[in-house]
């Protein structure tokens, strides 16, 4: 997939969660590329702390130019999972996770950064050790097998290097149960 594809589908799924006040966050591969080694990627992921009540009006919003099942964003946002909206002329799929109540989620969305990416737009994005930890987290929980997963975690890792807050992503990774793989990491 090319880049303009991936940010025509989610500049407006921004614009339409700043419209309605929600706060959010860039996650997944589009904040590893922005932090470590680019690389192009089928979907963006976003976390949003989006309430059941605004459910709709976002949904509404993209309606036009979106698929977007309004049933399955609110039982989403009900159990704090995740439901996409695909946008309709470029086919990008945009995953939202509703943020969830555990410590690190919360902790990693208190600290996320406005930040320009590849289109020149500002977006808030996760840091790059919250994008590390929650990138170690799905690599252990995909069964460890995932070489995408895998290279962005040392990609940022290696372009960061001494930037990192080394302290909070020791503490975290011990709270996630993923040192191991971040002392693996480290290593390249």
Known sequence: MNQPDLFAAL??????????????SVVGSVASSAY???RSTVDADVVAEIPEARVEAFVASLAATYYVDLDAA?????????FNVIHLETMVKVDVYALTQRDIDRASFARRQLRALEDGREYFVDTPEDTILHKLEWYRDGGEVSERQWA???????????????????????????????ARAKRG
């Open 11 to 24: 500049g407006p799924v921004i614009d339409a969660l700043e419209t309605l006040g929600v706060a959010y």
């Open 74 to 82: 609110r039982d989403a946002v009900r159990r704090h999972s995740m």
């Open 152 to 182: 962005d975690i040392v990609g940022v890792i290696a372009v960061q290097g001494d930037a990192l807050d080394t302290e909070y992503l020791d503490r975290w990774a011990r709270e996630l149960g993923v040192s191991d793989l971040l």
């Open 36 to 38: 470590g080694v680019a």
